[in-house]
């Protein structure tokens, strides 16, 4: 059974920092692209940002640039997010992501967009107090 579990949400202030972790378990994903996603409380679930399979291509949400920092472990299975300079309008429920479909080439896909992903955790509350 393929499992994506997150972990390392929790409280802060702004301006602080938090670190989440995302370890899958199941099969590898050091083929495949993975991202991170949140949604907050009446809001639909928003891109914050993927990367390629090896590490060499990352995207942000415009929101995220220069803040938020994506990578990965595949050694561990592991995608990361470190966050920084955190505002209270990040606060929200981020979710791990995983493409399903192997593709260890420069010209694959990294997708922005929540239905081009597979295999989703369970996700991890951040909150972030004014």
């Known amino acids: 059974q393929v499992q994506l579990v997150e972990s390392g949400g929790g409280l802060v202030q702004a301006g602080g920092s938090l670190s989440l972790s995302c370890a899958a378990s199941?099969?590898?994903?050091?083929?495949?692209?993975m991202g991170w996603f949140r949604q907050a409380p009446g809001k639909e679930r928003e891109f914050v940002a993927a990367?390629?399979?090896?590490?060499?291509?990352?995207y942000y949400a415009d929101s995220v640039k220069g803040r938020f920092t994506i990578s990965r472990d595949n050694a561990k299975n592991t995608v990361y997010l470190q966050m920084d300079s955190l505002k209270p309008e990040d606060t929200a429920i981020y979710y791990c992501?995983?493409?399903?479909?192997?593709?260890?080439?420069?010209?694959?896909?990294?997708?922005?967009?929540?239905?081009?992903?597979?295999?989703w955790g369970q996700g991890t509350q951040v909150t972030v107090s004014s």
């Open positions: 992501a995983a493409v399903a479909a192997d593709c260890p080439g420069y010209g694959c896909n990294v997708p922005s967009i929540h239905t081009e992903y597979d295999y």
């Open positions: 990367i390629s399979w090896r590490g060499y291509r990352k």
């Open positions: 199941g099969r590898t994903f050091s083929r495949n692209a």
